[in-house]
């Protein structure tokens, strides 16, 4: 090959050889871009579950902070198995639909924790007290409250919960309890009771405790 073969040969393997570099960084970036995206999608689900267990740990809490307030005030939580043939309603209840549960103002009409009360007026003050907490603590939150210290007291739990979607990001309708009550496990503690108005995408979670 001649010098001026061998030259303008080299020449073009030069230039040829010019993009590669490029075409490797550009290859590197959408890989990084690809794994970056995954990232943030695992974030955004990761948090998505994570607002669902903070509200079900929440939950919990709450239902513990009712039931001492109830032991410490019991004569007013309905007759105790000692009072045979006697059955007295329980004033610690909650009884009302979504929209009533919502804009009620809890307000408080006398404070407990700075004026002496009776076992009723005791029994209104916690209620407000825990109802506001029930607020603070969970995505639109709001409580019913039925039964007695005889056969147990009964609360549901309800918050607003946004990622209760379809595929379509439509919210979906709450789990209703069925009137035979057939449901088990979590179908029975996570569906929601009929008749309250309750709007697509609130979830519910039961508990049951005897002060």
Known sequence: MSENAAYITNRRLKFSNRGVTLIE????????SIGLLGIAGLQAATSKYKVNTWVRASSATLVSDLSERIR??????GSSFATNGVDAISEYKIDANWSTLQ???????????????????????????????VRESMPQGAALLSGDRKNGLNVTMLWLDKE?????????????????????????QS???KGKSLPDGVRCLSFSFIP
């Open 25 to 32: 960084m550009m290859v590197a970036v959408l890989v990084l």
């Open 72 to 77: 410490v005030n019991p004569d007013v939580a």
């Open 103 to 133: 804009s009620d103002t809890l307000s408080i009409s006398k404070n407990c924790e700075t004026t002496a009360c009776t076992a009723s007026e005791r029994a209104a003050f916690d209620l407000v007290i825990w109802r506001q907490r």
């Open 164 to 188: 209760r979607v379809d595929s379509d990001g439509n919210p979906l309708p709450p789990s209703i309890c069925s009137d035979a009550g057939t449901e088990t496990g979590m179908a029975q």
């Open 191 to 193: 569906c929601c009771p």
